[in-house]
């Protein structure tokens, strides 16, 4: 059972919506109005907020993205906008996820697990402390020294340079998931996959915006290659201090490195 906020004006969507999640044996908070939501959500943070765009009282993306200074909970959006610049901008001001109306209430529960199942798979991580990972100097991308980013899986915080950034939910599955395969080029179809449990519409866009936002806050330092026709590659190494105590048991540092050129040279 998760605590989920339906944002929604509608009268009969909303009471539909918070039907079928009851159903779903969660605990919900509907709301019909921005009024009040932010003080709810300061005091006690859902699990998932479902946000129509188009309210009476303001705009669901500005509010999405005041909320993303102070709040990390998943936005799945709801909205009659079907154009991609709107999509796109969804997932600038920090959605994690798009529905366009009408939709099917099925498909929106659907939508709700997979969320819930990525916030769960993070919350059970096996605590390794932080791992580091360093970037050399490159003097072609105008980066005349080295960078450090740290990933926090215990206390879910992402630094870089020893500053924290503010990640979605989505932004964290796809960085750590690019650190975990360094130096492999991952698709975009299997980034959707694994890190977003579905496959959505406008499906290259939607992970190429996410990309696009998160090298806007690794401050445009080149953590991320493009690999046209294919998909993008973490440029990071593993720094020596953060080695996993379970890979410290099997291997040595230079056996890592010959084990991913093995499998680059596979690839």
């Not at 890190?195 to 690794?218: P, Q, V």
Request: proline fraction near 3%; hydrophobic fraction near 40%.
């Amino acid at each position: 059972m998760a605590r989920v906020f339906v944002v929604e004006d509608n009268d009969g969507l909303r009471e539909t919506i918070v039907s079928y999640l009851r159903l779903e044996q969660h605990e919900v908070v509907a709301f019909s109005r921005l009024a009040g939501l932010e003080d709810a959500i300061r005091m006690q943070a859902p699990e998932v907020i479902i946000l129509d765009v188009m309210l009476p009282d303001g705009d669901g993306f500005l509010f999405a993205r005041r909320l993303r200074e102070f709040c990390r909970s998943p936005i799945i959006f709801l909205t009659a906008r079907t154009g991609e610049s709107d999509r796109i901008t969804g997932f600038e001001v920090g959605g994690d996820d798009y529905v366009v109306k009408p939709f099917s209430n099925k498909e929106l529960m659907l939508r709700v697990k997979a969320m819930l199942r990525r916030s769960q798979a993070d919350d059970t991580r096996p605590a390794e402390g932080g791992r580091r990972y360093r970037l050399a100097a490159t003097a072609e991308h105008g980066h005349d020294h080295e960078h450090e980013l740290e990933l926090d899986e215990q206390g879910h915080v992402c630094r870089h340079d020893g500053l924290e950034l503010s990640l979605t939910a989505a932004e964290w599955k796809i960085l750590s998931h690019l650190a975990d395969h360094p130096a492999i080029v991952v698709s975009r179809e299997r980034l959707l996959g694994v890190c977003l449990d579905y496959l959505a519409e406008g499906s290259e866009r939607t992970i190429d915006t996410h990309i696009k936002n998160i090298r806007l806050k690794l401050a445009k330092a080149p953590w991320i290659d493009t690999v046209r026709g294919f998909g993008y590659r973490f440029a990071g190494r593993e720094a020596p201090a953060a080695v996993r105590a379970s890979d410290a048991g099997r291997s040595t540092g230079g056996d890592r490195e010959a084990e991913r050129g093995r499998d680059r040279s596979s690839d």
